[in-house]
């Protein structure tokens, strides 16, 4: 009997703690380590293959595993570059910082919005990401600042709203209250829920798709 068989009758809640574990303490991609749903992730790759974003912006990159990953996404699809924002890369490795499609800038990434702007054409596509602090008040600043970065059927994906909305981890109020807040005052974008259909996601709420 595998292990999935002895947990069939298991809670969801309980599947997500297990889920949570595996995900902090042993992802890697690559060798380096990733602290990513992989079925998220495969979400985000269905979306770069549809919307084909010139720039990805991912802020809050650690130890850069999904930043190579994302770049990886663009090798395949022929086109895009990755900007990876965060306060310190010390964590991440060489391998990902040669990478020609990734671009790595340390700061805080509101400060930093304009020098970001300048990186980026005006016909660019872009894919926003957001993994950094998970506080309220900090997703709902990202969200403001970096909004009007998406064109019209992009994505701005804000991660780990699973925070006290699946787990009890993280900032309470947090990304989940924050998206909330925001779609409330700007009506340019919706929770896109079918994005959620794999049913565990650790983004609820968190596809925020830019409308017409």
Same mark, same amino acid.
């Given at each position: ?17 297990i889920?949570q ?7 890697t ?12 992730f495969w *979400?985000?790759?269905? #979306?770069m293959? $549809?919307?084909?974003?010139? !720039?990805?912006i991912?802020i809050?990159?650690? /130890? ?6 994302l770049?990886?996404?663009c ?18 490795p ?11 800038i340390?700061g805080?990434?509101c400060?930093l919005f304009e020098v *970001?702007?300048?990186? #980026?054409k005006? $016909?660019d596509?872009?894919? !926003?990401?957001?993994?950094?602090s998970?506080? /309220?008040d900090?997703?709902l ?8 970065l ?7 994906i804000?991660e780990?709203s699973?925070?006290h ?25 919706e929770?896109?829920r079918?994005k959620e ?12 798709k830019?409308?017409e």
């Amino acid at each position: 009997m595998t292990y999935m068989e002895e947990h069939l009758e298991t809670p969801v809640q309980q599947v997500l703690q297990i889920m949570q574990r595996r995900i902090m303490n042993e992802s890697t991609y690559f060798g380096i380590k990733t602290l990513k749903s992989p079925i998220d992730f495969w *979400i985000y790759q269905e #979306i770069m293959f $549809e919307t084909k974003p010139n !720039v990805v912006i991912e802020i809050g990159n650690f /130890y850069g595993g999904s930043t190579l990953a994302l770049a990886h996404i663009c090798d395949c699809l022929g086109r895009g570059r990755v900007i990876g924002l965060d306060m310190s890369h010390h964590n991440v490795p060489k391998s990902v910082k040669a990478h020609p499609r990734i671009t790595l800038i340390e700061g805080d990434a509101c400060k930093l919005f304009e020098v *970001i702007t300048k990186l #980026i054409k005006k $016909e660019d596509s872009v894919l !926003v990401i957001e993994d950094s602090s998970h506080t /309220y008040d900090n997703t709902l600043k990202v969200l403001r600042t970096y909004s009007p970065l998406v064109k019209p059927g992009g994505y701005f994906i804000v991660e780990d709203s699973i925070c006290h909305h699946g787990l009890d981890v993280g900032p309470n109020p947090g990304p989940y209250e924050a998206i909330e807040a925001f779609i409330d005052e700007n009506k340019h974008f919706e929770a896109d829920r079918s994005k959620e259909s794999f049913f565990i996601s650790w983004n609820p709420k968190g596809y925020l798709k830019r409308l017409e």
